[in-house]
């Protein structure tokens, strides 16, 4: 059986889902707490393909808006600022590598 709290709990949740889907069926706005894929990654300095592979390979919310992708902002954030800490780089070369998403480069190392 149920508690009250986790039933209201659960409520929440799928009520929250629910809104996340009509603002995804109006394809020119983003869900709440939701950014494009594009614009993360431009902010993080790293390519959108290897954005995406970061949000896959990190377990990120990752859904399809429109033409591109939407991540989950705040976790993104939180999983870019790892791999990027945790990449390691040869001395005199431009490619930095991490073993969750390969050999990538950096137009701009973020503000951590």
């Known amino acids: 059986m149920i508690s009250p709290l986790k039933f209201n709990e659960l409520e ?14 109006r394809k020119d706005t983003c869900p ?3 950014a494009p894929l594009s ?3 431009a902010e993080m300095g790293i390519s959108t393909k290897k954005a995406e592979e970061l949000a896959r390979n990190s377990g990120v ?10 991540v989950h902002e705040g976790k993104f954030r939180e999983a870019a ?3 990027i800490r945790g990449a390691k780089r040869k001395y005199g070369s431009k490619y930095w590598y991490h073993p969750l998403i ?3 480069t950096m137009s701009a190392r973020p503000q951590l």
């Not at 929440?12 to 069926?25: C, I, S």
């Not at 859904?63 to 939407?70: D, I, K, L, P």
């Open 12 to 25: 929440k949740r799928v009520t929250a889902l629910e809104l996340a889907l009509a603002a995804m069926a």
């Open 81 to 83: 600022t790892i791999i």
């Open 102 to 104: 390969g050999k990538f």
């Open 32 to 34: 709440e707490g939701m």
């Open 61 to 70: 919310l990752i859904v399809r808006h429109g033409a591109s992708y939407a």
């Open 39 to 41: 614009t993360m990654a």
